[in-house]
């Protein structure tokens, strides 16, 4: 039998002991450093920093048999006073085989720091969605829709990070909203979710990769293949290291476009009021051309929401950095008050100067083979071909830097997904570095499918995987609003506390939040199709709308027709399972930062911390 209590000659802050008692030789041992004999079957161990409460026994062998081996390998682990190491076999029939194997599977590891997380969901998905997508927004919608539209998603999009902040800093885990669906809601709609947001970013990946053939027809029609061939290697080598390497190159490129956003309003409001190429002051001039400021009425407009969800796509992927996170409970709340900014500096700000300085009839904002970025165009407009060519590589980059966010974020729901048992096991393996490899390996091989879309055209192709991304964004923002109002049901039928909840920035939403996100995202998804049915109806454009509704259907269908398990009963959950509690390190980083910016240099690491 093995207990969690605490330890009567406590000598060291957070510090807890193990109990054992031997069933052979019913001796006990209190298995701390400072304290205790030696049982017969096992060796003293150091204690234990994190459990207090009594654990039910497949508890006690999901969370301690990990530890134990950890420390105890097979030639640290003795049996008796013989001291011979005890062998895989005993190893297997002390912890069982399901607990052996799970510990050969190293776990995921907090290595993306709170500067990294940060610049991630300020500026990690933005990519092809603002760069590229705004040009054919642009062109379907005119400048109105797509100020409106924008800034309609922007506000969903906040509020809906508000919800998953709420819970993921209360439960950081691996998987973040697919996880949180499975758990309040229903483990067959986490299952199709987390299946369903799994394509999504195997697709964002080939988006991404494809959208580089239109950024690169920007200076020569060679061989558009090799630059999404290049890019792809390059992205799996990447993410094949340690989840370090990642975030630091996420870091740099996210800080990279984070410049260029802002040097592009300095530029696009110069160019406005007459900076530019004819010295001219253009103004609201393209607000007043035939067919603007609405292009197309009503179905341009509702054409707008799908792409402006995929521009927004990934915001809420920062939920599944949590289980990778440094102290969670405080750098997760940084980050999303921070979204706010972010939607209105780089989005709605950026919309508005090109709706300023494009026309959206403009050659090439949307065509079958290529599409010109009209933050490039804007520089052109300055004159100066060089800077437009700068900016043409910046674009470039950032197409690099959404691949590489898209295909992080699909391992880990891979990897949440079989460690959930809902993918083959494989998937939870890791390396010693904590990189799943093999979830890694299968989700970039969707990825190729980008290399033969310069066959059939890449801006059509792109188009195609632009509205299954961009639906699949929406039904993750509605899964979050589901979750979240399951969540707080639950929270306040138990009779927790709305003062223990760890985020408490989403309070004001309290009441009306989920069920905003929930009705206002399904709205969204029913109303934005309209295009490919009226005024003529499109196949392959209705398929790209609503494709991904019936594959949810069939895979929640199918998981529940195989389990037949119940939507998950709120008032016996347990609320206290997962809940993030602060370590040492936390603490010590925590007490490290207010002395920072609380000290003699306070100003200049105020600075830092704001910037970085």
């Not at 915001?315 to 999303?336: D, F, Q, W, Y």
Request: charged letters at 15%; proline letters at 4%.
């Amino acid at each position: 039998m093995v207990t969690y209590t605490e330890c009567g000659s406590r000598q060291r802050r957070l510090e807890w002991c193990l109990e054992f008692k031997c069933d052979a030789c019913s001796r006990g041992n209190s298995a701390a450093r400072h304290g205790g004999t030696r049982c017969g079957t096992w060796s003293c161990l150091p204690p234990i920093a994190f459990i207090s409460r009594q654990l039910r026994p497949d508890e006690q062998q999901l969370i301690l048999s990990p530890y134990l081996l950890s420390l105890a390998p097979a030639s640290v682990m003795t049996r008796g006073d013989d001291e011979e190491p005890v062998q895989q076999d005993e190893r297997t029939a002390l912890l069982g085989p399901k607990s052996v194997s799970r510990t050969r599977q190293a776990a995921l590891r907090r290595e993306l720091s709170g500067r990294q997380v940060s610049m991630i969901a300020i500026a990690g998905t933005i990519g092809t969605g603002l760069f590229l997508g705004t040009g054919r927004s642009l062109a379907t919608g005119g400048p109105a829709s797509i100020l409106i539209c924008y800034s309609l998603v922007g506000g969903i999009v906040y509020i809906t990070l508000l919800l998953l902040g709420e819970i993921a800093t209360q439960y950081p885990v691996a998987g973040s909203f697919n996880a949180y669906a499975t758990r309040f809601v229903d483990d067959s709609y986490g299952f199709a979710l987390s299946w369903n947001y799994w394509f999504n970013d195997a697709v964002s990946v080939a988006s991404d990769l494809t959208a580089a053939q239109l950024v690169v027809r920007y200076w020569t029609d060679w061989h558009p293949w090799v630059v999404p061939l290049v890019f792809f290697i390059f992205l799996v080598t990447v993410n094949g290291f340690r989840v370090g390497a990642y975030g630091e190159l996420e870091y740099w490129l996210s800080s990279l476009k984070i410049v260029t956003i802002v040097v592009f309003i300095l530029v696009g409001t110069l160019v406005n009021v007459g900076v530019n190429a004819d010295h001219h002051f253009i103004g609201f001039e393209n607000w007043r051309i035939p067919g603007a400021p609405f292009v197309g009425g009503f179905t341009g407009f509702a054409t707008v929401f799908v792409t402006a969800s995929f521009a927004y796509g990934g915001t809420e992927s920062l939920g599944i950095t949590a289980g990778e996170t440094s102290n969670p409970s405080k750098a997760l709340p940084r980050v999303v008050k921070m979204v706010f900014f972010r939607i209105m500096l780089f989005y709605v700000v950026s919309i508005f100067i090109i709706g300023l300085n494009v026309p959206w009839d403009y050659p090439h904002l949307s065509d079958k083979s290529i599409t010109t970025s009209p933050f490039t165009l804007v520089f052109q407009r300055a004159g100066s071909r060089g800077a437009a060519s700068t900016m043409n590589a910046v674009i470039l980059s950032s197409v690099l830097s959404a691949g590489n966010h898209a295909l992080f974020a699909g391992t880990r729901v891979l990897y949440s997904l079989s460690v959930a048992r809902q993918a083959p096991a494989i998937f939870r393996t890791t390396t010693s570095n904590g990189v799943p490899l093999s979830a890694l390996l299968a989700t970039s091989s969707i990825s190729v499918l980008c290399l033969g879309t310069s066959y059939v055209g890449a801006g059509e192709i792109w188009a195609w995987l632009q509205n299954i991304v961009g639906v699949s964004n929406q039904i993750a923002w509605l899964s979050i609003g589901l979750a979240s109002w399951r969540f707080r049901h639950a929270w306040t039928l138990q009779g927790r506390s709305l003062d223990e909840l760890k985020f408490q920035g989403a309070r004001w939403t309290w009441g009306w939040g989920p069920p905003f996100v929930v009705f206002s995202v399904s709205s969204l998804i029913i109303i934005q199709g309209w295009s490919s049915i009226v005024p003529v109806f499109s196949p392959l454009s209705f398929v790209s709308f609503y494709i991904e509704l019936p594959i949810m259907l069939l895979f929640y269908v199918a998981w529940k027709l195989r389990w037949r398990r119940p939507i998950v009963d709120l008032a016996s959950i347990d609320l206290h399972v997962d809940e993030h509690e602060e370590s040492a390190e936390d603490v010590l980083h925590d007490a490290t930062r207010e002395a920072r910016i609380s000290g003699k240099w306070r100003h200049a690491w105020q600075a830092y911390y704001l910037i970085a």
